[in-house]
């Protein structure tokens, strides 16, 4: 067993983070930079030194949960969300229920959140937001972003849901009672049921064949009769079929 395949193990231990279900050569390269960047020249030096140090094991497990977001990211998506599927429940559902996997710092679901406002009153929108990795979450909670972050909403949403403070702009509480933070490992934990909108977007390229083939499953069980799934730009689903799914539009799937 090599010096980082023991690492994988020890991390698992201690975490619950299974980095075998992720592509080996990119996660092994960024895990290596960060490693050597600390000053430690193996993965077994670098493991005992994360079993001691909270600041050294948040580090590392900032750097595997990828967490880059903003709102609207890939806005061209996101109009066809709002002027396309959402519309389409709006006709049979008088509340809707979204999953935003894999968060990140929250600006997906504050997005689906605006988007889904458009149509149903907050108190008839339920969102549960989930990421792995309980620093991020926190940050989301808070709702504080810069202006690079909002540079995709348009002003009138920028005017309507946030309140600028400084060079920061703070998510309008209102907007926070539509949305539930929660931890989750996509790998391990259990999914929720009859969920009518999935959103899980650039994500899934950071993990193995053998692992999108399992949360593929898990997605599909996960939504509602005439739930629809809505993925990343680089994450196209070649066979949908396998996983009950059928093409709805490019990058979103309906259950079959």
């Keep these: 067993m090599t010096d980082y395949q023991t690492f994988i193990g020890q991390i698992y231990k201690k975490t619950g983070l299974d980095l075998s279900l992720y592509k080996e050569v990119q996660m092994k390269r960024r895990l290596?930079?960060?490693?050597?960047?600390?000053?430690?020249q193996s993965f077994s030096s670098y493991f005992q030194a994360i079993n001691k140090d909270q600041q050294l094991l948040q580090e590392f497990l900032d750097k595997v949960t990828i967490?880059?977001?903003?709102?609207y990211r890939n806005p061209a998506r996101?109009?066809?969300l709002e002027s396309k599927i959402v519309p389409t429940f709006k006709k049979t559902k008088k509340?809707?229920?979204?999953?935003?996997?894999?968060?990140?710092?929250?600006?997906e679901p504050y997005t689906l959140a605006i988007i889904a406002n458009q149509f149903w009153n907050l108190a008839?929108?339920?969102?549960?937001?989930?990421?792995?990795?309980?620093?991020?979450?926190?940050?989301?909670?808070q709702g504080?972003?810069?202006?690079?972050?909002l540079q995709e909403v348009p002003s009138d949403i920028k005017k309507k849901y946030f309140h600028q403070e400084g060079g920061t702009f703070k998510v309008d509480d209102k907007l926070k009672q539509a949305i539930t933070f929660k931890e989750h490992n996509l790998l391990a934990d259990p999914y929720p049921t009859q969920v009518d909108l999935i959103v899980c977007r650039n994500v899934l390229i950071y993990f193995t064949e053998e692992a999108k083939n399992t949360i593929y499953h898990k997605f599909s069980d996960a939504l509602s009769?005439?739930?629809?799934?809505?993925v990343g730009s680089t994450e196209q689903i070649f066979s949908p079929d396998k996983y009950g799914f059928k093409v709805?539009?490019?990058?979103?799937?309906?259950?079959k």
């Design 124 to 141: 008839d929108i339920d969102i549960l937001a989930t990421d792995i990795d309980p620093n991020v979450l926190a940050r989301a909670k």
């Design 32 to 40: 290596t930079s960060l490693r050597n960047k600390r000053g430690y």
């Design 67 to 71: 967490n880059v977001s903003e709102f």
């Design 225 to 230: 009769d005439d739930g629809i799934f809505f």
């Design 95 to 107: 509340k809707i229920k979204i999953w935003s996997a894999a968060c990140s710092t929250g600006e």
């Design 78 to 80: 996101w109009r066809v």
């Design 144 to 149: 504080i972003y810069n202006e690079r972050a």
């Design 248 to 255: 709805l539009d490019t990058f979103f799937y309906g259950k």
